[in-house]
């Protein structure tokens, strides 16, 4: 009668345990699924960074390269300017 008893609290710690574990494990998995979207995002911003860092990199290098065109040929207008007169 006493093992019987024992045993009994022992299947009913078992059982206690078995459902915390259960919800553990459901906690881990949301957990899991948190941690992966988070990482595929951090990955995706990280990709448009990189194409939006590119875009201004060539967009700067564009108005540089005007600049220069121009600068280069306003100086040749003063020169046209100054043999005109």
């Given at each position: 009668?006493?093992?019987?008893r024992?045993?009994?609290?022992?299947?009913?710690?078992?059982?206690?345990?078995?459902?915390?574990?259960?919800?553990?494990?459901?906690?881990?998995?949301?957990?899991?699924?948190?941690?992966?979207l988070?990482?595929?995002?951090?990955?995706?911003?990280?990709?448009?960074?990189?194409?939006?860092?590119?875009?201004?990199?060539?967009?700067?290098?564009?108005?540089?390269?005007?600049?220069?065109?121009?600068?280069?040929?306003?100086?040749?207008?003063?020169?046209a300017?100054?043999?005109?007169?």
């Amino acid at each position: 009668m006493q093992l019987h008893r024992r045993l009994l609290k022992k299947e009913a710690r078992c059982s206690e345990s078995r459902k915390k574990l259960l919800s553990v494990c459901g906690e881990l998995n949301s957990v899991c699924q948190i941690r992966n979207l988070s990482k595929k995002r951090a990955g995706d911003l990280s990709e448009e960074l990189e194409t939006t860092a590119a875009y201004h990199r060539q967009e700067a290098r564009l108005c540089e390269e005007r600049a220069q065109e121009s600068w280069v040929a306003a100086l040749r207008m003063e020169r046209a300017l100054s043999e005109l007169t």
